[in-house]
């Protein structure tokens, strides 16, 4: 957590209708006669991560003193590079809804599609392209792909009352959700590969159609891995994001009235009457709204800011992942990443060095001659 005498070079002021203080100025060189190079000793010391809240489908933690760069990069990664499975094709037999089959295609595949989570994970990525053997798209295999079934008739219930207007008495079927899709395993293996989890909608109540009489839907889909960044549907979280810490600091006493109208300014618990004055105990539930800056008896009295290097992150899973889980992929992804770039950068310094010795050696020839 922050020390309670922040320092202000990492404070990015809030003013009322300006921010200031924004860029980073902790690099080397900015500030005379002192060493801001980057070390990872001290990055160990100081570096922290805080988990506030930590359950399956939400999750709310602290990142504490890291570089935006780094932070912006976790975001991202969770969003658009962990993988989750989503509705890739869909084959239609019939569709008598009012829905037309490109649009219930694209709405199958935004449903959040669960099961056994190892099983998923082990799962192959499906192949894409033209197979030069046949010269067709690769088909699909029981290692990358998982068959999900959908039925669904409309029937008017026999004997309803006249002038009756409520679907639930009139028909039978008339509102298609999630949880009518039916996972169909390819195999025996499959099948024992995802035991007592199998495959299911994430949310079971997401509604597909609403159908009518004589209505019908049937219409085969294939699930397969992919990734946010080639298609939102593969992103893991409904949603990732993250803010700088809020500052409060009270230049001057405020007590009294004056105290009751202050803490109105703020969100509930962000600050506290305390002995007839007004303190600040929870700054991070802060909004920043700034109205306490359009009150003039407030002026001079209380500054606000961000921290920043505090990042509040809130992940919420889409199903296939627990939250916690989804920032944990992120940094071994990171990591991944960090090493293809120091292995290349280390190859082509070595070619580098190479050419230089080949080319001294082949100057030293024509010298020769």
């Known amino acids: 957590m922050p020390s ?29 006669g002192e060493d801001n190079s980057w070390d990872l000793e001290k990055f160990r010391r100081t570096f922290t991560v805080d988990f506030f809240r930590n359950d399956r489908y939400h999750a709310e933690f602290d990142l504490i003193h890291i570089d935006a760069s780094i932070a912006n990069a976790f975001r991202r990664i969770m969003m658009a590079e962990v993988h989750s499975f989503a509705i890739e094709q869909c084959y239609f037999l019939n569709n008598t809804s009012v829905i037309q089959d490109e649009v219930l295609a694209h709405r199958l595949g935004f449903i959040p599609i669960v099961g056994n989570h190892e099983a998923m994970r082990s799962m192959k990525w499906h192949r894409k392209g033209i197979d030069p053997k046949t010269n067709a798209d690769y088909p699909p295999t029981v290692h990358d792909t998982l068959i999900l079934h959908l039925h669904a008739t409309c029937e008017r219930i026999p004997g309803a009352p006249k002038g009756e207007t409520d679907p639930n008495k009139l028909y039978t079927g008339h509102t298609v959700y999630a949880r009518d899709l039916e996972w169909r395993p390819a195999n025996e293996v499959q099948q024992i590969k995802f035991g007592d989890r199998p495959v299911r909608a994430g949310n079971p109540d997401i509604i597909i159609a609403k159908l009518r009489p004589g209505q019908e839907i049937i219409v085969t889909s294939h699930a397969v891995k992919g990734l946010g960044k080639d298609h939102a549907k593969f992103s893991p979280v409904a949603t990732c994001g993250y803010r700088l810490l809020p500052q409060i600091t ?54 606000l800011g961000r921290v920043r290097d505090h990042f509040i992150y809130f992940v919420e899973s889409a199903g296939q992942w627990d939250s916690d889980e989804i920032f944990l992929e992120a940094v071994s992804i990171l990591q991944a990443k960090v090493s293809r770039l120091k292995r290349h950068t280390m190859r082509m310094l070595q070619q580098e060095q190479e050419q230089a010795e080949r080319d001294a050696a082949d100057e030293a020839d024509a010298m020769e001659e």
Do not use: Y
């Open 250 to 303: 009270i230049k001057e006493p405020i007590t009294g009235r004056a105290a009751e109208r202050f803490q109105k300014c703020f969100p509930k618990g962000v600050v506290e009457i305390v002995g007839g004055e007004a303190k600040v105990v929870a700054p991070r539930n802060d909004t920043v709204s700034r109205e306490v800056l359009r009150h003039e008896e407030f002026r001079g009295k209380v500054e």
């Open 4 to 32: 309670a005498v922040p320092n202000p070079r990492n404070i990015v002021g809030i003013n009322a209708e300006t921010v200031t203080n924004v860029t980073s100025n902790d690099f080397p060189g900015h500030w005379p």
